[in-house]
């Protein structure tokens, strides 16, 4: 949390240096295989000993059709914290708000480096869209009335959907409990759009 607060006071102090934002002109849209999104997200950690830590802000989602991810996560107050993009072959790099630069093997390892806890984006980029990711196979899968997955169970985490708009899910929530009972809890609440 400590981390995160100084990001959030970095990225007051240099907000120029850091990437152009994605547009409101960009999001809420699905076309040619191009999903962008823009919401809240909530997240909160319970360890064994009952303490607990949560962290909410803002996030902006590009993802194309080839495969390339932008993801930006915002303090809730609209700062710039961090950018992270992803390339096709699963690189991907953090741009922090003065503008230092980090690249890992997946954009799991940096989201939970900017929050301190994981977020399952490899998941998000289908999950999003409403689908099942390819692996590993779901488990407890429930569809609504209407076929759309309302349920599921995959990679570790319990997906739960209670909304949809025209492009996809606009209320999840995800929860994981890894060893020793630490227990960590998404809420993401998509801005409503409409298909162009």
């Excluded at 194309?64 to 107050?77: E, I, M, V, W």
């Excluded at 490899?122 to 999950?127: D, H, I, Q």
């Excluded at 488990?139 to 959907?161: K, P, T, Y």
């Amino acid at each position: 949390m400590k981390r995160l607060a100084s990001m959030a006071l970095a990225s007051i102090l240099t907000a120029c240096a850091t990437p152009p934002p994605i547009t409101p002109a960009d999001t809420g849209i699905v076309q040619s295989g191009v999903l962008s999104r823009t919401g809240r997200f909530a997240v909160q950690v319970d360890e064994v000993a009952g303490k607990n830590h949560a962290v909410q802000g803002g996030f902006a989602w590009y993802d194309t059709a080839d495969h390339d991810l932008t993801l930006d996560l915002n303090s809730p107050l609209g700062a710039a914290l961090a950018r992270v993009e992803v390339r096709p072959d699963g690189t991907a790099t953090l741009t922090e708000a003065n503008g230092t630069q980090t690249t890992a093997g997946s954009p799991e390892e940096l989201v939970a480096y900017v929050l301190g806890s994981p977020l399952p984006v490899s998941g998000l980029r289908y999950w999003l869209r409403g689908r099942l990711a390819p692996q590993p196979q779901a488990q407890s899968l429930q569809r609504d009335d209407q076929g759309r997955l309302a349920a599921f169970d995959q990679g570790g985490w319990q997906v739960r959907i209670t909304a949809f708009d025209a492009i996809g899910p606009v209320r999840m929530s995800l929860q994981r409990v890894e060893p020793g009972n630490r227990t960590i809890s998404v809420r993401l609440v998509m801005t409503p759009g409409t298909t162009p």
